[in-house]
């Protein structure tokens, strides 16, 4: 939620900030800004895309060497260019720039409000830098003594980026709970949300942390906790090549990563799974095994499509190692009064690892002493951090909104977690297990395949673009199928749409159904083939219209359907993996028909690092 890029340094900071918004604008899109260091400070910003931002700032003198910039995703105030982000401070004198929410503005904007503050958004942002500001008069002191006296006072989540027009060779950071980045070049520093903005410039970074502060020249960087004591930065390589984050000949970054994910899948299987010798190879399940595999209960928290893969792994787990799965939202988890034991295992599933709700449940599961195991995309992320142990998903960066490809590899991840279990376990038999891992093996290859149906789903999606709900359904490994599919079709074209257990459309969503309705079955081979064929019959008769994603030489099927999609046959337990994909083509292909902005769906953020 919201982007944040800073630079200091010899290079014009301008195009730096630029670029690195553009970069971040997956994150927020609804207003953006800039403040310049030049002769003074100039904050230049503007409701929209930063593109609209660029376009109203050509042939304005830009020309600093230190900046800081904000695409916005709007918490407090509407999307507007007074809302938009640089704030300036009431004397005007400091600029910043925030991601997160300050959840006791409102009683720190009564106290300014007293003193004859006013102010010219509505944004909790103004509020914080006014009163660091009135910290910074009152105690007759620096900038960085002022954040810090600021911050203890201060309830909420926060990245924050300071410009002080009488200090311009330095820039002041804090975070709590909201990603920061830092990058260290040779006489200069780069700062953002994330490593993108960044990775083009400098692979050395320094992540960090909650309560730390960081006092950056160009030359130096300084960290330190708000109690004044230094910290020694921890510098780091990042493993991320600039190509994986441009969109490499495709329209979008949704399709790019569609397309991507033989690749991502055959990423994230390399180096664990060995079908010579039969073993999988996971230095985080191996060094917990005895945790793992002795777990009373698993308790799987995540938000969104992560959510949806959780469910898939209650499926998987419960299936082949035995051990109870209960799969809840992250929100609901952090803020009811939920029963867990020191001999419960937690596994948080995370495509950012900054998802607020998901931090929080995490943490208040460890204070019940349970066992946290993250399986999460960005490396060195805040959910990465605090998990005891986990497994990265290796998908790469995920710059489309939409969740596809962080979604196939976190399946791939967590079948093969449940199956080294279950192997140490003893609750799967030799043929069964050497059989899964066969079948993992070959699921690139099938992704492959599915990708080839490309045109076909193009067709369908131009017949159904003018719907307006959709019903999506699916038994068993595929229910969660049904879900995901409905939720991409939803962000993605804003059609309604709804994913139900096929056999629990009789009680009550069937009434929707008429000769208008789209039902999408997830209907691939398994043991649910007959009764979801039955469903299907039952749709029929009802003249709704049907769409279906089958196994190949499903004969039945095709009969009764309007429109079919083919994948490849797979084992139940991995056939997700497969029968997904044409999913995220379909709602790509009619966002696209309906003229929708696919990688920046309206009202929506990558990460959603507010609650
Ligand atoms: O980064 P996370 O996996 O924690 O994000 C969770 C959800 O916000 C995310 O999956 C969201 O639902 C996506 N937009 C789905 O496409």
């Known amino acids: 939620m919201c982007g944040i890029v800073a630079y200091i340094g010899p290079r014009e900071a301008y195009p730096v900030l630029l670029k690195g918004l553009k970069r971040l604008e997956y994150r927020g899109y609804d207003s953006s800004g800039v403040a310049l260091l030049n002769n003074g400070l100039k904050v230049y910003k503007k409701k929209g895309k930063v593109a609209e931002l660029e376009e109203s700032l050509v042939g304005k003198d830009l020309h600093a060497h230190a900046g800081i910039g904000h695409t916005r995703w709007a918490t407090h105030g509407e999307p507007s260019d007074r809302n938009a982000h640089p704030h300036q401070s009431a004397n005007g004198k400091l600029a910043m720039i925030h991601n ?149 000949g495709y329209d979008h970054f949704m399709l790019k990563e569609i397309f991507e994910q033989p690749d991502t899948i055959f990423d994230c299987l390399r180096g664990r ?50 051990i109870p799965v209960e799969v809840e939202y992250a929100s609901e988890f952090r803020y009811r009064n939920p029963v867990v034991h020191k001999g419960d295992v937690i596994i948080a599933i995370s495509q950012s690892g900054e998802t607020a709700d998901t931090i929080v449940a995490i943490d208040k599961a460890k204070e019940q002493g349970a066992f946290i195991f993250g399986v999460v995309n960005v490396v060195g992320s805040s959910i990465a951090r605090i998990s005891h142990a986990g497994a990265y998903t290796h998908a790469g960066p995920e710059i489309g909104v939409a969740s596809t490809k962080a979604f196939t590899a976190q399946l791939v991840v967590l079948t093969m977690i449940a199956l080294k279990i279950a192997k140490e376990k003893n609750s799967i038999n030799e043929e069964r297990y050497a059989h899964l891992i066969n079948e993992l093996h070959n699921i690139p290859e099938k992704v ?164």
């Not at 009135?134 to 954040?147: K, M, Y």
């Not at 700062?191 to 083009?200: G, N, R, V, Y």
């Not at 190949?552 to 309007?562: L, W, Y």
């Open 273 to 322: 799974l060995d079908i010579i010798n039969n073993t999988i190879t996971m230095a985080g399940v191996q060094n917990n095994i005895e945790q793992l595999k002795n777990a009373n209960r698993i308790i799987i928290i995540a938000c969104g499509t992560s959510w949806h893969a959780g469910l898939v792994a209650e499926y998987i787990i419960e299936e082949l190692c035995r």
């Open 448 to 611: 492959k395949e599915v990708l080839l149906i490309n045109d076909v789903v193009k067709n369908i999606a131009v017949k159904y673009k003018d719907a307006t709900d959709a019903l999506y359904l699916g038994r068993g490994y595929n229910f969660p199928i049904a879900l995901e599919g409905a939720l991409k079709l939803k962000e993605i074209s804003y059609i309604h749409a709804e994913g139900y257990p096929a056999a629990e459309m009789k009680h009550g969503p069937i009434a929707l159904v008429d000769e208008n309705l789209p039902v999408v079955f997830v209907a691939t081979k398994d043991i649910y083939h007959e009764k979801i064929i039955s469903n299907v019959q039952e749709i029929k008769a009802r003249k709704g219209k049907i769409i279906a994603v089958i196994s190949s030489g499903d004969e039945i099927i095709p009969a009764m359907a309007n429109d079919v999609m083919i994948v490849p046959e797979a084992d139940e337990i991995v056939a997700p993996i497969i029968s997904v994909i044409p999913l995220q083509l379909l709602s790509y292909y009619i966002g696209i028909a309906k003229g929708c902005d696919v990688d920046k769906p309206r009202n929506l953020a990558k990460s959603v690092t507010v609650e």
């Open 100 to 248: 997160g929410i300050i959840e006791n503005y409102a009683q720190l904007k009564n106290e300014l409000l007293k003193k004859g503050y006013s102010f010219k958004s509505d944004t909790d942002t103004e509020v914080l830098l006014n009163f660091i500001e009135d910290i910074q008069i009152n105690n007759d002191c620096g900038l960085e003594e002022a954040v810090r006296i600021a911050l203890k006072r201060v309830v909420g989540a926060y990245v924050i980026v300071l410009l002080d027009e009488d200090n311009p060779d330095t820039i002041i950071a804090a975070r709590k709970g909201s990603p920061l980045v830092i990058g260290v070049g040779k006489g200069e520093h780069f700062l953002a949300s994330d490593a993108s903005p960044i990775i083009e410039y400098t692979k050395e970074v320094v992540y960090i942390n909650d309560y730390e502060l960081a006092i950056i020249k160009a030359d130096e960087l300084v960290l330190k906790n708000l109690g004044n004591e230094k910290i020694t930065p921890f510098v780091q390589k990042l493993d991320m090549e600039l190509a994986a984050i441009e969109k490499g």
